[in-house]
């Protein structure tokens, strides 16, 4: 039986991967929604390839062009935040792929997991933002999560097949997270005032998105992939190692009580994470190449600098300190990673927006969605205030 996939952020870097392994398997396979935002070629283009029922944009305009774009095919055109909602839920869609960038993917994936479905989650921001709320939502509603995130479907797949969150239990003692430490990592300390956005999202091994390459610079990505360890496997913080790795050969490891270490390792292609979770707990082909170990020869491993990077440590911060801020430490760091791709900051003011913004905001309310949902607001409300302030400041 072929499984039905709802893709959300199919323009995407992950959506692009995700239906690249789809076409490589066609009768395991059958897409029901798409969803994009601002490409709309590339959506219509995807619709009369995969032939899905529905296709999904944020705003009206954008769906009247598709429509237009789509005249004559089955495709159904839907726009907004609802509607990304309801092709989650659908009844014949089992499996949905997470793709949205950025907190706009919460809601949506939020969707997935009430309606049980098998989320299969790339939009780390959902667990970064409201980690407890999504993991109660697929826990109540009897969601399968699998994590797309290279290092978590790593972790996911050198945990024991019937983990269940308790890691005492199965003589798990840490997670060993790999990062390849970026564009930047031997830069000079001094000359990192000067990075221009360019060189921020040069990623040496992956290409991806703009924002999360600067993440990935930043070492945010780290950050944020650090909470989102510690919710999908209910890891305490000190319990999760950050080791830099620069060949991205190893995604992550899981160290066991008995000194065993298990890792997984492939060449860094997200279509490996992808087509894992898509099959699972089936193999499927995913087309990449394979990995050969000898003609690599040597994976180095070192500890990563938080001077070099302080995102990161700002990360662990916000994951100690719980309660609102590390989706204030999210929603400021989308605001500073916009301006410093739009020139308006220099790349440390990233670092030092955050700072800044987790310094006044820290003790919002987190009892519930709506206020983190608020708490996202006011992040982003004061990391722009910042923002303004400096491009002013600099302009002078
Ligand atoms: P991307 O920028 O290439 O694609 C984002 C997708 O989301 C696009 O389809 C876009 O149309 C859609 N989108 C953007 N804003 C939206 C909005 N407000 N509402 C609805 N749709 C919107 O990003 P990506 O690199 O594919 O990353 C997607 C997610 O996967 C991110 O959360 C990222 O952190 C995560 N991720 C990506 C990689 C990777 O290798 N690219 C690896 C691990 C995790
Ligand atoms: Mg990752």
Redesign the pocket.
Known sequence: MAKNLTI??????????TLDVVARNPEKFRVIAL?????IDKLAQQCRQFQPRYAVV?EPDKANALQTLLAGTATEVLAG?EA?EFVCALPEVDTVMA????A??LRPALAAARAGKRVLL????TLVMAGRFFMEAVREHGAILLP???EHNAIFQSLPANYDGDPARHGVRRILLTASGGPFRTRAVETLEAVTPEEAVAHPN???????SV?SASMM?KG?EVIEAHWLFNARPEQIEVVIHPQSIVHSMVEYLDGSVLAQLSNPD?RTPIAHSLAYPERVEAGVNWLDLAKLGTLTFEAPDFARFPCLKLAYQALATGGAATAILNAANEVAVAAFLDRHIPYLGIAASLENVLGRLTGLPAGSLEDLMAADAAARREAQMWVDRESRVARR
């Open positions: 959300l952020g199919a323009t995407g870097t992950i959506g692009v991967n969803t994009g935002q601002n490409q944020l935040m990304l793709a949205i960038v950025g706009a993917g790339a939009n780390k921001e797309i995130d290279s992956w290409v991806m998105g703009k924002k999360i993440d990505n944020l997200m």
